[in-house]
């Protein structure tokens, strides 16, 4: 439990637990997680046995608690803390929860019942089991190699995937898909006769209530079974489906079932035998059906292939395009996991439309905590104001349901940003991206300046440094603006991609204009953006419901952070803002630099308060970013003024 050494205690140091620590505390109730509970509070007390006298705190499991499954009541008062609980994943969170309250947990105050809002808090890893020459071993990791694989098995030395478990519990996960999307050949085979090394690892995350999930390959039948066909109507594929999931359900009793990625950038699918997607996810809910599991298909199903010269090809139609028409053909234990926007975890895009578009099936929305597009954890980036507002979004306008609310049928996942690096995330401020993921996943509508303040009390304990205000003021400083500073240095105004292909790190304006992958700017001397209007355009704008079909339709009404997304406009075009676009592009990414280096200069003065490495590394990577932020300024401005012709008006210089 103290984790392995050297490793990183993020979210749980010491200091955070000494509230509990230093308190009577009795636990009433039996089963495995309650025993975990009881080894938390042992290694909280510093093993000293435990104190002696009445409870100052109770955790009891009471069958007839009305907490559900996973919830819990806090009742402070007389100076006692109790926390009540029906099942033990409650009180397990329960008592994360008290160790986030401090000392608050031991005051006088209301009773609180606390319950996930979304029953599923799912990260998917992007792990191989070998190590790609380009890709490295977790395809878009920066934080290292796999937390789950190492030589070329799941890792005999399994500290660290329980200390991972543990931080995971801590901020409200519950699901772990340990396999990349991408399910190669060796990977493949996890399913089948490498099952017990799955099983081992569900066995460590499983101590902290994490459910284990595997990604598996549509041609799995083919592939592994030696038939012909993977046709999802055929009695022989759906016999081996059904199979494959006994044998894993009797090796992890508690596993949670499959993540497919399928007729999506090269990997198999319904389509090649003239099947739907939902024929293709039902065979397999099927499969999983007689043991609880549950099928993730996800909805990134799109034509990588495109020429670019063709116009009437829009990628962010292709989502609703697939799937709209299927909702209500999924089984019960399908979910359809769709990607929080139309193209790619861009910096800016508008909500994904399909998660309107589907009252009849159930729903997992998905984030992207590693930061591909968002400076792959060498910049300062915290993504929970984004996701925040993704959450927030109501596809049928004020009067409707929220994301978050429309999300409860399938819940909220993210692919995680972790890996072996000994910080958990590569860069140690990414860890508010997953801290604030799985607290957001709990609580979709949580405010995330409040999160933001929650992690900077557990993982820097400001109080016990010599100036705790700044500490606090100089850590808000740095990263609560820090989506909107790395948006305006990249590419602008919803446009999205602007990235070096491939790796996807770094400025390169022109780099996806010519490809197949569908993700075009469209930029020429007069003007830049794509036309989605109805009207004019590719007619994404009407994949909405009202109002914000409407809204998203002209460039009047058009909201200036995604104008350009859904509409071709000149340079000289009025933002709503009062500045042309040609200078709204010049401002932002002199701004964006600039607040880089303030952030920069901000960290510096917290030297003597934060923990010497950690502030190494970080410091560290400041420069990276500053570097490549400069970069982006440079090549974005240049383009554009080659491109318009029409000088900055603050006459600063543009090469
Ligand atoms: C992005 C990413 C890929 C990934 C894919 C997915 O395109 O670049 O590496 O496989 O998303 O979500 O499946």
Known sequence: MTGPSGIDHAWLPDAALRGIGSRRVTIEGDGPLVDTLRAEVAYAQGNAGALQGDADIVFRLDGDADTGPEGFTLTRSGGRTTVT?????????????????????????????????LSRRMLNHWDNIDVHPVMGQVERGYAGGSLFWEDGRARGDRDRVRAYARLLAACGINAVCVNNVNVHGTEARLLTDRISEVAAIAGELGEYGLRTFLSVSFAAPVVLGGLDTADPLDDRVRDWWRTAADHAYAHIPDFGGFVVKADS???????????????????????????????HWRAFVYNHVQDWRDRTTDRARAAY????ALDGQFKDNAVLQVKHGPMDFQVREPVSPVIGALSRTRVAVELQATQEYTGQQRHVCALAPMWSGVLGFRPEGEDGATVGQLADGGGLVAVSNAGADPYWTGHPLAQFNLYAYGRLAWQPDADPQQLLHEWTELTFSPEETADPERLRSGLRAVLRGSWETYEKYTAPLGVGFMVQPGHHYGPGVDGYEYSPWG??????RDGIGVDRSRATGTGYAAQYAKPWSQTYETPESCPDELLLFFHHVPYGHVLHSGKTVIQHIYDTHFEGVEEAEAAQGV????????????HA?????????LRSAREWRDQVNSYFLRKSGIPDAGGRRIY
């Open 603 to 614: 960290w510096a003065t917290l030297a003597d308060l934060v923990a010497p490495a950690r």
């Open 519 to 524: 993700t075009y700017h469209f930029a020429d």
């Open 617 to 625: 590394r970080v410091a560290e990577l400041y420069e990276e970013q």
């Open 85 to 117: 609980a029906a099942a033990p994943a409650g009180l397990l969170y329960g008592f994360f929860h008290v160790v986030r309250l401090g000392a608050a947990a031991f005051t006088d105050a209301p009773e609180q019942t606390h319950r996930p809002a």
């Open 265 to 295: 950038e090269g990997q198999p699918g319904p389509f090649a035998y003239g099947r739907s997607h939902a024929d293709g996810a039902n065979v397999i809910a099927d499969a999983l059906a007689p043991h609880g599991g549950t099928v």
């Open 321 to 324: 395009d697939h799937f709209a």
